[in-house]
């Protein structure tokens, strides 16, 4: 049964709520403690959120990337923080959707919505470059045992079960699920990161932890194509956040700019402010329609990495570009802790980095012109 445009309805209203209500009164208390308060994660578990992608075969609400990713553009109006927690949770989700096998989906997706799972490429000698993978995955009888250290992981330390990409006895390059209660894997150090405080950025260790062969997702050797694929999805997800953070900065540019004076002129009828909101606003629609071509490009079956890498690329630099211009509109008080756009700013420079750099970006979308 295929979800209804009513039902669609349904969850961004629900999203709305949850954000207002939720989320919003304390993104300013994320960002100076660091972390999410207690009881917060356990009410976007409760609420069903962690399920929303996932498929109803497995307890989940079946909805797709056109819907999550709107969903997660009004969480990131809100609180970015969040956003981003389930952007890593569904793009993780998304791959066992796509490569898992039957005995591994039945063993974990029904979970899903109530854990979180994550993805782990990342090590200290490099990213998605097969030669700077160092975690090993040895073949014994019909399991396998996997040791390395996985590091700047995305909710690393929260979620439960993660996808680990490791090298294989031939160099091969295979992504393996491991679950946090197995024997051999701890958690490492989180990362103090200056922006998108509430989410865990953490270390994931692994000293000879066995695993089954139905714990492979897809087959030997697709490692480095399954994580493309991840990448891509978090993309299209990342503008969505990228799109929210960039309306978060428009609003309150806007409201300082109607509420106080220059003089006895409202700063929204200076052409320099004008000039200023313009831009934000123009970024925003920008953003949004990129992460929205990107989402609905999935959906319908069609190539849609390029533009995902134009949503994250674009939708970074022009929320940076934003929160600066809200920054100026607020002056002094754009500069204090008092308002939310200076954490606004850090949290969308992350974007920059996280799920391949600028530079990752454009030279992935510049590959992908020169071979049209």
């Known amino acids: 049964m295929s979800i209804t445009i009513e039902q669609n309805k349904m969850l961004i209203q629900m999203i709305k709520e949850f954000t207002a209500n939720e989320l919003a009164p304390l993104d300013m208390d994320i960002d100076s403690r660091g972390d999410y308060p207690d009881g917060l994660f356990q009410k976007v578990v409760k609420t069903g959120l962690l399920g929303m992608t996932l498929p109803r075969e497995y307890g989940g609400a079946?909805?797709?990337?056109?819907?999550?990713?709107?969903?997660?553009e009004k969480m990131a109006t809100g609180n970015a923080s969040m956003a981003v927690t389930l952007e890593g949770h569904f793009?993780?989700?998304?791959?066992?959707?796509?490569?898992?096998?039957?005995?591994?989906?039945?063993?974990?997706?029904?979970?899903?919505?109530?854990?979180?799972f994550a993805f782990s490429m990342t090590e200290p000698s490099g990213g998605s470059n097969p030669k700077g993978i160092a975690t090993r995955a040895i073949k014994q009888g019909s399991n396998w045992v996997i040791t390395g250290d996985k590091i700047m992981i995305?909710?690393?330390?929260?979620?439960?079960?993660?996808?680990?990409?490791?090298?294989?006895?031939?160099?091969?390059l295979a992504i393996f699920v491991?679950?946090?209660?197995?024997?051999?894997?701890?958690?490492?150090?989180r990362e103090d990161f200056i922006g998108l405080k509430g989410v865990p950025v953490g270390e994931v260790v692994l000293n000879h932890v066995v695993v089954p062969d139905s714990h492979l997702l897809g087959?030997?050797?697709?490692?480095?194509?399954?994580?493309?694929?991840?990448?891509?999805?978090?993309r299209v997800l990342m503008g969505a956040v990228l799109a929210g953070i960039t309306e978060h900065e428009l609003q309150t540019a806007v409201s300082y700019a109607k509420e106080r004076k220059?003089?006895?002129?409202?700063?929204?009828?200076?052409?320099?402010?004008?000039?200023?909101?313009?831009?934000?606003?123009?970024?925003?629609?920008?953003?949004?329609?990129?992460?929205?071509?990107?989402?609905?490009?999935?959906?319908a079956g069609k190539p849609y990495a390029e533009v995902a890498a134009m949503a994250k690329s674009y939708g970074s630099r022009s929320a940076v570009a934003a929160g600066?211009?809200?920054?100026?509109?607020?002056?002094?008080?754009?500069?204090?802790?008092?308002?939310?756009?200076?954490?606004?700013?850090?949290?969308?420079?992350?974007?920059?980095?996280?799920?391949?750099?600028i530079e990752k970006m454009n030279l992935e979308i510049t590959n992908a012109e020169i071979a049209k």
Not at 99 to 112: F, R, V
């Open 178 to 189: 491991v679950d946090k209660d197995m024997p051999g894997f701890k958690f490492g150090k």
């Open 219 to 234: 087959v030997i050797g697709q490692g480095l194509e399954i994580g493309d694929n991840a990448h891509a999805d978090a």
């Open 91 to 116: 793009k993780t989700i998304e791959q066992f959707i796509k490569y898992g096998n039957k005995a591994l989906n039945d063993k974990y997706l029904p979970s899903a919505s109530k854990r979180i």
């Open 262 to 299: 220059a003089m006895d002129t409202p700063l929204y009828q200076l052409q320099v402010t004008q000039e200023k909101i313009a831009d934000i606003a123009i970024a925003k629609q920008n953003i949004q329609a990129l992460y929205q071509k990107g989402a609905n490009d999935k959906v």
């Open 324 to 357: 600066d211009k809200a920054l100026q509109i607020l002056g002094g008080y754009g500069y204090s802790h008092e308002y939310p756009v200076e954490h606004l700013i850090r949290d969308a420079r992350a974007m920059e980095l996280a799920e391949g750099t």
């Open 154 to 172: 995305t909710n690393g330390g929260l979620a439960e079960v993660y996808c680990v990409l490791s090298k294989t006895e031939d160099d091969q």
């Open 62 to 72: 079946d909805f797709d990337y056109v819907a999550a990713s709107e969903a997660l």
